[in-house]
C-alpha cells in the first residue's frame, strides 16, 4: 500500500497551490479519502474529506470557501486545491484512506506559506 503526496511548497499568502495523493496497492474507489494537516506543535486536524464516489465532501470550518477536495477514481488520485492561503495554512499535509477501521497514511507534503 502506497499514498504518495505532492504538490507541497512555498507560496506567498493569498497563494494558491494543488495537491496531489496518488494510491496503489489497495481498491482506491472503496476508500473514503481525506487530507489531514499537522502544524509544529500541534495536534493533526482533519482539512477535508470525500466519499467514495466523489458526491460528498467536508471540510474544516478553518478552510471553507478556500480549499476544494476532490477524487479521480480511473487514476487512483485525490486532489486538494487550495486557495487563498494564509501563514496559518502552513504545516505538513497528510493524505488518508479510510474503510471501517482501516486507514493508511501517506508520509506528507509541506506547505508553507510565508511573505
Known amino acids: 500500500v502506497q499514498l504518495v503526496e505532492s504538490g507541497g511548497g512555498l507560496v506567498q499568502p493569498g497563494g494558491s497551490l494543488r495537491l496531489s495523493c496518488a494510491a496503489s496497492?489497495?481498491?482506491?474507489?472503496?476508500?473514503?479519502m481525506n487530507w489531514y494537516r499537522q502544524a509544529p506543535g500541534k495536534e493533526r486536524e482533519l482539512v477535508a474529506g470525500?466519499?467514495?464516489?466523489?458526491?460528498?465532501?467536508n471540510y474544516a470550518d478553518s478552510v471553507k470557501d478556500r480549499f476544494t477536495i476532490s477524487r479521480d477514481n480511473g487514476q487512483n488520485t485525490v486532489y486538494l486545491q487550495m486557495n487563498s492561503l494564509k501563514p496559518e495554512d502552513t504545516a505538513v499535509y497528510h493524505c488518508n484512506a479510510r474503510l471501517w477501521t482501516v486507514n493508511y497514511w501517506g508520509q506528507g507534503t509541506q506547505v508553507t506559506v510565508s511573505s
Open positions: 470525500i466519499n467514495i464516489a466523489g458526491s460528498s465532501t
Open positions: 496497492g489497495f481498491t482506491f474507489s472503496r476508500y473514503a
